[in-house]
């Protein structure tokens, strides 16, 4: 088996000009790279790319402060109705073109019509309007506590600056150009899906002078070329990792995270709580059979976070026992309101709310992304637990990008549709309520599932507005009671998979998700 294994490496790998060049860090990311508007998707794939070929006006550290990072600052009017944001100087596009405030309206408007967070600074606001070529401002027509948190934040979607032309295009459609102002520039002529996806330095990129901290910070750019490679399974990704014929993996398959503790040549980064992972369930809530609440229940009492997580295999410490905090246990808004039904899941106990939900056997299809480290063990344990209830399952087992996909369709399950799909978030995605997938979209029409809840639509509105830090975490655990109560969501524990890296690439940031900034090679 080994040989074959070597022989299948050396046939993926060989062909490719960058083996072991020291100015090239060669990246196996979980999934492969589809769609180059980081806008237009929540992939986590789309979202490395973003980070290398795109930049933001303001980042978050380490410490979940926001920090400007193409601004050279902002400031607010007394009664912070009124925002005034200027760029650093010397900001140039990736064609050479200067970045000015008229590219960075067009891109806030886009971003602010297709994400949830920015859909509710933009309901808050009057207009964003131009002063000059390095100067825009932002005119509330009521008070938004969330302004900087929304331009900062480091969830899909991200709000990346684009040139106004690209920024034109209807949030509906994705850009088809690849120019930013990032740290690197993406080679589309070499391009392969399925293959590889290469990116290069930018030479006109001026990183900010403090260092690298977080999402913040200087983003020096030490490698000359970052290639994203295409590897067809778990274990080839490992053995190429230990051969050095890759030097990156965004996730390590749980099976071999053993194996890689013991590689002296191999280093392992784990992600601190923040950047930790919720495992999730997209329900689709205007087909049957989830369209009616009381499946969702009985739905919801089937899951067993326990289970769940121990199909991962993670070693101890990697995850933790119980978690029905959606805004992440340990973050600033974590709580255990509407958790007590959750706590006793039970096969027994959702067989008889299924009975009495009223449930006429329509078919579940669940689509099942059988390439992904982590949603791929998940989804076992969820479609076993499922068909022992007594739903009629229906598994579509694919490759994620074919998953995310059909999971846009709003036609009925049997006919192109879907009703669950198994889902990872991290950190970054569900700490702020306003950003969170279970909450910001709701009663839209943006985020697959369609889920609405009217009753807690005022809470939203009333967290948008709430200065008191307090009260918005008040408000943040009532929000948790409608997610839980209505099962908008499924939550299915939260967990962290290591990324690894070879030994010889230092200074790699511990973020959960990959950014290659601030790597380097060193000598050994």
Known sequence: MRRILAVVLTLLLAASPALAQPNTLRAVLNLELQVLDPIITTSNVTRAYGYLVFDTLISMDSEGRYKPQMLEGWEASEDRLTWTFRLRPGLAWHDGAPVTAEDCVASLQRWGRRDGLGSRLMAAAKGLRVVDARTFVLELREPFSQVIEAIGKPAAQIPFMMPVRMAAIEHTRPVTETVGSGPYTFDRAEWRQGDRAIFRRNPRYKPREEPADGFAGGKVAHFERIDFVSLPDFSTRVAALQAGEVDYLEFVPTDFITRLQRDRNVRLINPRPIAQMMGAMAINHIHPPFNKVEVRRALQLAMDQGEIIAGLGLPSGMSLPWCQSIFMCGGPYASEA?????????????????????????PVVLLHSTDSVTLNPMALVIIDRLRRTGFNVDVLASDYSSQAQRRLSREPPGRGGWSLMPVVFTGFDILNPLAHYA????????????????AMTPLIEQFGREPDAEKRKALAAEMQRHVHESALMLFNGQFSVPAAHRADVADVLPLGMPVFWNARRVAR
């Open 338 to 362: 509407g958790t007590e039904r959750l706590r006793d899941p039970s096969i027994e106990r959702a067989r008889e709310a299924l009975r009495a939900s009223g449930y006429a056997n329509e």
């Open 439 to 454: 909450v910001a979209y709701n009663c839209g029409n943006n985020y697959p599932g369609w889920y609405c809840d009217p």
